[in-house]
């Protein structure tokens, strides 16, 4: 089994910025995949980064340029940097690991854009 936990998740202004960190632990297993999703109230859960264990990257369009996923092997951990926070951003983010063939999912951590 692989745990996830998620932090940073905060209320904040349009254009700020926020950091959200997802620990790891467990049975993981070399090379994995690290993920963010997002689930916004009424809507279903959508793709927002994803990070390969060579650092490859790849990002949902509505985040590119403004938010940035990378990882830290040695505390298996992910982080997603969010910049220019939009009312629209608005989810609670959910991370997620797929190691050994079978996906892994944190309890979530709200993000709240609002004035």
């Known amino acids: 089994q692989v745990q996830l936990v998620e932090s940073g998740g905060a209320l904040v202004q349009p254009g700020g910025s926020l950091r959200l960190s997802c620990a790891a632990s467990g049975n993981i297993f070399s090379p994995y995949v690290m993920s963010w999703y997002r689930q916004a109230p009424g809507k279903q859960r959508e793709f927002v980064a994803t990070i390969t264990s060579r650092d490859t990257t790849y990002y949902e369009d509505s985040v590119k340029g403004r938010f940035t996923i990378s990882r830290d092997n040695a505390k298996n951990t992910s982080y997603l940097q969010m910049n220019s926070l939009k009312p629209e951003d608005t989810a609670v983010y959910y991370c997620?690991?797929?190691?050994?063939?079978?996906?892994?999912w944190g309890q979530g951590t709200q993000v709240t854009v609002s004035s």
């Open positions: 997620n690991v797929v190691t050994g063939g079978l996906h892994f």
